[in-house]
């Protein structure tokens, strides 16, 4: 079964410290794999997507990671804002092209 | 919320009546999609749709429905035989192909069935 877990469920950091998020997959066959920030009460907004060959990818101060061999993501904020309070979605399509979405991770930056 | 709206934002109904989520998107994209949230649980499929006059059932669709007649309109109806309809619920589209399409969300509608 195409499962996608993140961890941790939640998580407050201080503004201005970085945080890394997790998420872990076994989706087969993979094609490729999203984070999206979702605010309260919002829409997801995508933030990046990455394929089997990439590894790294950032947008701003975010870096996404993929290790395709372990199926393993991480998304990794710098020096996190107010505005970082979100929701984080990992999502991974595969080759039929079907989405599986994960559970999120809660992120609030306190200041 | 990439040129996608869903009305109202909140809904209430008492239990045993149907209600229609409105979704309108202008950015003439063929794809459409309803997803379901819920506390805890990932976003899961209700009913997508690849074009005009044509939807597909997801993983959840009993107890719903959906039409579209028009390419810019995908509009859900929750009926009464969903046990639990209370959630946020997601209209989507889709551009692109399988591994660079763009997917984009509508600000949501929260249903609450009492």
């Known amino acids: 079964k195409n499962q996608v877990e993140q961890s941790p469920q939640s998580l407050i950091i201080l503004e201005g410290k970085n945080c890394t998020l997790q998420c872990n997959y076994t989706v087969s066959p993979f094609s490729n794999l999203r984070w999206y920030k979702q605010d309260t009460g919002r829409g997801p907004v995508s933030l990046t997507i990455m394929t089997f060959s990439e590894n790294t990818k950032s947008n701003g101060r975010y870096t996404a990671t993929l290790d395709a061999d372990t199926k393993q993501s991480s998304l990794h904020i710098t020096a996190s804002q107010l505005s970082d309070s979100a929701s984080y979605i990992c999502?991974?399509?595969?080759?039929?092209?079907?989405?599986?979405f994960g559970t999120g991770t809660r992120l609030t930056i306190i200041p | 919320d990439g040129g996608i709206t869903q009305s109202p934002k909140y809904l209430f109904r008492k239990e045993g009546q149907n209600v229609t989520l409105s979704c309108e998107q202008n950015?003439?994209?063929?794809?459409m999609y309803w997803y379901r949230q819920d506390p805890g649980q990932g976003l899961r499929l209700i009913y997508y749709s690849q074009i005009v006059n044509d939807f597909q059932k997801g993983d959840i669709a009993e107890g719903y429905s959906v039409s579209r007649e028009k390419k810019e309109s995908f509009p859900l109806t929750v009926t009464s035989a969903q046990k639990n309809p209370t959630a946020f619920y997601l209209c989507?589209?889709?551009?692109?192909?399988?591994?660079?399409?763009?997917?984009?969300f509508g600000p949501g509608t929260r249903l609450t069935v009492t």
């Open positions: 989507a589209s889709k551009v692109g192909g399988m591994s660079s399409y763009e997917q984009y």
């Open positions: 999502v991974v399509t595969s080759q039929n092209e079907k989405l599986t």
């Open positions: 950015l003439n994209h063929d794809a």
